[in-house]
């Protein structure tokens, strides 16, 4: 394989899909030196069969508001790779999903599924739907249509669809619900599921969790903790809150949020009833951070600005890609980070990326650092499929080995000669390699 060669290949068929060509980049220049020294991943095409999805599905989605007024949205169904299992992957309703942003996600998900450990595919969906100011009602229709194309191609053992931006517990409970009235059947066919429905504990705190457990073991390495670190979360959905929940209680401090308007920075830490405050204002479909100043005084507002220029110690991008760049990167060293954990996907820039290891930062990548969500879905299919539940302290006590693992896992792959480790060429290796050998044993498909 020479990379080059295949980049510019890629771009040809598939111009302007700018994030999937970045993913792709990404993981093509970790692994060349390994895929070039083992003649049977070229000879199977390996590569070529990998970067492309085995398909997608495109759909509209008519819906009609409160109003009686029809909209009509697109939506898709990206199944990249089910080589070592099912697709697996979330669903994204953001007014800036497209295929490229789709590709990328779907991408990155065959080989975070694969850290995990568990036999789960790759592959990703959602919607350019805006739940932004859309009532309970507006999302619930949205939802029942966006399934009724959407369930002929899924199934409990064939795609298994989860959260992302803009899906949540309320979002999958209208998706599953709808499921459920056309297949006739109650089976684990979405995760993040209610409690009371199949769904399983810590799933909805799991990707913070496990992206600060990751955290946690990177830290180790240089006999650091979280306790008395200062941390810098963005966004405040999904995955900031499991984060912020996680480092408070290692010992840490959350000084800031972030929403797309801007960022709070709350020196005094943002724990227990802060917390609760955001969660209440988050369920009401309402902006989250400028609210948060009003209520909580002493902490500050900075409108389109984003958190990482504030010193901090750990610094846990939750939002979405692209969201940390260069400049960023570079006032995060400047300021004496240690560390970069990536909560949300692709959230680094690559030239940021080269900034941190340019300056030996610990660098988690999402597909090591959040895999702990795709990872806790693994463990509900599980349950589903046991039909039994397991306790908080034995999901928990999982995701925490799965996460110490997946650590283990980049330490092997990713250390070099004067004993750094570069996290984003392990995990890409980890996570490539067990899926190639399956398509190798499994033929040319
Ligand atoms: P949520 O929708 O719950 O939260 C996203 C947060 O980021 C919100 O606070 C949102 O603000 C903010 N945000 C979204 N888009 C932008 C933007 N363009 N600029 C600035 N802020 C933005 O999503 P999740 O927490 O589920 O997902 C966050 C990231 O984590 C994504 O990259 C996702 O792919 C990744 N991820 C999610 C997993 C999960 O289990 N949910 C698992 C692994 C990774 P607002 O609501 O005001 O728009
Ligand atoms: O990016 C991700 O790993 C997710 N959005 C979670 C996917 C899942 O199937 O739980």
């Keep these: 394989m020479n990379v080059e060669k295949m980049m510019n290949a890629l771009e040809a068929k598939h111009p302007g899909e700018v994030e999937y060509l970045q993913a792709v980049h990404e993981v093509l220049e970790s692994i060349e030196e390994i895929y070039n020294a083992n003649p049977q991943f070229e000879s199977a095409g390996i590569i070529e069969r990998l970067v492309e999805p085995d398909r997608i599905l495109t759909f509209k989605v008519p819906w009609v508001d409160d109003n009686g007024k029809v909209h009509v949205n697109l939506g898709y169904r990206v199944q990249f790779n089910g080589a070592i299992g099912p697709y697996k992957g979330g669903l994204r309703f953001h007014p800036s999903v497209n295929l490229s942003i789709l590709k990328f996600l779907g991408f990155e998900q065959i080989f975070k599924n694969s850290l995990t450990s568990l036999p789960l595919g790759g592959g990703k969906g959602g919607s350019d739907f805006d739940a932004k100011g859309k009532s309970d009602t507006e999302i619930m229709r949205f939802c029942q249509s ?22 949540g517990g309320r979002e999958i409970g209208f998706l599953y619900g709808m499921y459920k009235k056309l297949a006739r059947e109650h089976t ?10 199949g769904g399983s504990l810590i799933r909805p705190e799991a990707t913070g969790f496990g992206a600060v457990y990751f955290a946690k073991e990177m830290l180790a390495t240089k006999g650091e903790s979280f306790e008395g670190k200062k941390v810098a979360l963005s966004g405040f959905g999904n995955v900031a809150w499991g984060a912020a929940i996680k480092v408070n209680e290692l010992g840490g401090k959350v000084v800031t949020i972030s929403g797309p308007d801007g960022y709070i920075y709350d020196e005094e830490g943002i724990s227990g009833d802060k917390i609760e405050y955001l969660l209440e204002l988050r369920a009401s479909n309402q902006d989250i951070v400028k609210p948060y100043s009003y209520e909580f005084p002493n902490a500050k507002f900075y409108a389109g600005k984003r958190p990482w220029e504030v010193a901090v110690d750990v ?10 760049g260069k400049e960023d990167a570079e006032t995060l060293v400047k300021n004496g980070c240690m560390a970069i954990a990536e909560g949300a996907n692709m959230p680094c820039t690559p030239e940021a990326v080269e900034v941190i290891h340019d300056n030996k930062l610990l660098f988690a990548p999402g597909k090591a650092a959040n895999a702990g969500g795709v990872a806790t879905s693994g463990l509900e299919m ?4 046991l039909k039994f539940s397991w306790s908080r302290e034995e999901v928990d006590e999982k995701l925490h080995t799965i996460m110490v693992n997946i650590h283990k896992a980049c330490v092997e792959h990713g250390k070099d000669a004067e004993g750094y480790v570069d996290y984003v060429k392990g995990a890409n290796i980890a996570g490539f390699l067990k899926v190639a050998n399956a398509m190798l044993d499994q033929g040319v498909l």
């Design 146 to 167: 966006f399934m009724m194309e959407l369930w002929r191609l899924i199934g409990p053992d064939t795609d298994v669809p989860a959260g992302d931006i803009g899906v």
């Design 188 to 197: 684990g066919v979405l995760t993040g599921k209610g409690l009371n429905w």
């Design 315 to 324: 610094a846990i991008p939750c939002a979405t890609q692209n969201e940390l």
């Design 382 to 385: 599980s349950q589903n499929s």
